[in-house]
């Protein structure tokens, strides 16, 4: 039961998100161009996230590395689409109404009542507590979420596989960029750049001052985040670098610190024009006059009084 | 030379800088980092694969496409519209705090409402200039209506960013948890998330107040 929960039912999840994958390889087929690459593309996807245990490892890297050969090609493209017009949606927003919100508040609320649910695991004659796999609880609350949804709308299956495939061409290779990154922290942490990292800066600053550990760890995710232009991509470094040596292996909570500094690393990203998305696009899309530091400028308060606010929360909450 | 190790972050940077292709920049930078710090290709491919797999919950959001598929075509986002469009008597200020609270909720369920785009432009930048005329009872200055564009954005990045790590199964949650992992510390996703609570509460709070001082530059404007 224990074993079920922890690793059979989780994969049953990703499982569905490989038929996802599946089902946008399949309308790949139609797409005007680069129907192959793309139809590739998103059946590599669908067999890691299906398969991922069962493949050797090894095959699954070099999988990763077909479809980043096929993407640096452009042969990942979205096909076009016919999209539900405004007056659809609006006429549907008015005959629906606030129900609407049902589907998605579900999904939130439920995922977050699951994480606080704990099954007890049986090893060795010990019993501890543990908490669902993330995936049960977003899978669970998904499928709440989707019966609500067809209960409340009673939507066309056709115009649902439609969209969600337009829905996921749309995000692209850019949705795997995460769990690439968390891949790259293990390459950085078998090859020991974390050890170079913090080599060079205890050179400078003596460990041990947990203070001064924190101001490095903050102001570290900042400019990392500033320069990559992702706080994801930082964290991964600069935790590994500067953040477990300096500040959680001085005793500190590593939930909280881990926490406290992923959104340091968004006040970085509140600074930077490397974030372009974010910060650049925004002026375009708002015709500013200035078209690279409007939204910077009007963001650098909050970024500079958020920095002080995450040194002082890790020092209260994270000891 | 120990220092060749960090290529990979260089390389990260320059790729990232010159907008080449995410996926393979990631790639060439764990494939080159691996190899100059004397590990074999076939292992290289090893760990990312494995790593790869063991994060797959990063992107279990896959699942949840079909449920904004359905909802996004009947409408959600125009009633989320039509629903700010009733609040009354707003000033710029009112209007900009009362999206934070809303941007934020949504971000902590993982609901997508917001977006540029979808909700700033066509929405939010209209109510906020139009009620900070209403509270000057002019029109504004062209320095005035910059400001107010940049604010209707930085909002929208706040709260974006401050509290999407309440939600215990986003993409940086797991990161948080796998980073953590790699470095031999376990903790569960719901101390991440809980612990991501008061960086919201706090950028709510500093948001409420930016807004509010904007809105009492506006009043004070009219006289000069």
């Known amino acids: 039961m224990t074993d079920f929960l922890g690793v059979y039912f989780p994969e049953f999840f990703y499982v569905l998100c490989g038929l996802v994958c599946f089902d946008t390889a399949i309308r790949a087929r139609k797409n005007e161009e680069a129907k192959a690459g793309t139809m590739l593309f998103w059946t590599l996807t669908g067999l890691i996230f299906m398969l991922g245990k069962a493949l050797p490892s090894a095959v699954v890297g070099g999988m990763l590395v077909v479809m980043g050969c096929l993407t640096v090609t452009k042969q990942v493209r979205i096909g076009r689409f016919t999209e539900s017009t405004q007056e659809a949606r609006k006429a549907a927003s008015e005959k629906i109404g606030t129900k609407i919100f049902l589907p998605a508040v579900s999904i939130g609320v439920i995922a977050l009542v699951l994480s606080f649910v704990k099954y007890n695991v049986v090893k060795d004659g010990t019993v501890t507590p543990t908490a669902l796999n993330g995936a049960i609880m977003t899978g669970v609350a998904c499928l709440i979420a989707l019966v609500l949804a067809f209960i409340i709308c009673k939507p066309k299956i056709s115009e649902t596989r439609e969209d969600t495939s337009r829905l996921l061409m749309q995000v692209g290779a850019a949705c795997l960029l995460p769990q690439l990154l968390g891949a790259l922290g293990s390459v950085f942490s078998e090859a020991g750049v974390g050890e170079v990292i913090s080599g060079m800066i205890s050179s400078v600053v003596p460990q041990g001052n947990i203070t001064v550990g924190i101001i490095i760890y903050v102001l570290g995710m900042v400019v990392f985040t500033m320069i990559m232009g992702n706080a994801f991509a930082a964290f991964t470094v600069i935790t590994a670098g500067i953040g477990v040596p300096f500040v959680i292996s001085q005793g500190g909570n590593p939930a909280v610190i881990g926490a406290l500094g992923m959104t340091a690393g968004y006040c970085g990203t509140l600074m930077t024009p490397m974030a372009a998305n974010f910060n650049i696009v925004p002026c375009a899309v708002l015709e500013t006059k200035d078209p690279k530091w409007s939204v910077i400028k009007a963001q650098l308060p909050m970024a500079l009084i958020m920095i002080v606010i995450h040194v002082i929360l890790m020092l209260v909450l994270g000891f | ?224």
């Not at chain 2, 359905?70 to 009633?79: L, N, T, V």
């Not at chain 2, 785009?117 to 209209?126: A, G, T």
Request: proline share 2%; aromatic share 8%.
């Open chain 2, 1 to 224: 030379m120990e220092y060749v190790k960090l290529i990979g972050i260089l390389i990260i940077v320059l790729g990232f800088a010159f907008k080449l292709d995410v996926l393979a920049v990631v790639l060439v930078a764990g494939i080159v980092t691996g190899l100059v710090s004397g590990l074999d290709f076939v292992h290289i491919l090893e760990i990312i694969g494995q790593s790869f797999v063991n994060n797959r919950l990063m992107s279990i959001f896959l699942i949840i496409f079909p449920v904004i598929a359905i909802i996004e075509r009947y409408g959600m986002k125009e009633r989320a519209a039509y629903l700010i469009g009733k609040i009354k008597n707003a000033s710029a200020g009112k209007v900009l705090s009362i999206w934070m609270v809303i941007r934020s909720v949504a971000s902590a369920l993982n609901i997508r409402i917001g977006g540029h785009v979808q909700f700033i432009r066509p929405l939010i930048l209209p109510m906020t200039s139009a009620a900070a005329e209403a509270s000057k009872g002019g029109r504004l200055t062209e320095e005035e209506e910059e400001k107010v564009k940049g604010l209707s954005a930085a909002t929208e990045n706040f709260g974006n960013f401050f509290a999407q790590n309440c939600f215990p199964a986003s993409a940086s949650v797991v990161l948080i948890q796998s980073g953590l992992a790699l470095a031999g510390y376990d903790v569960s996703l719901s101390d991440i998330a809980s612990s991501a609570i008061y960086v919201m509460i706090i950028s709510i709070a500093l948001t409420v107040v930016q807004v509010m001082l904007f809105d009492r530059k506006v009043k004070g404007g009219k006289k000069s």
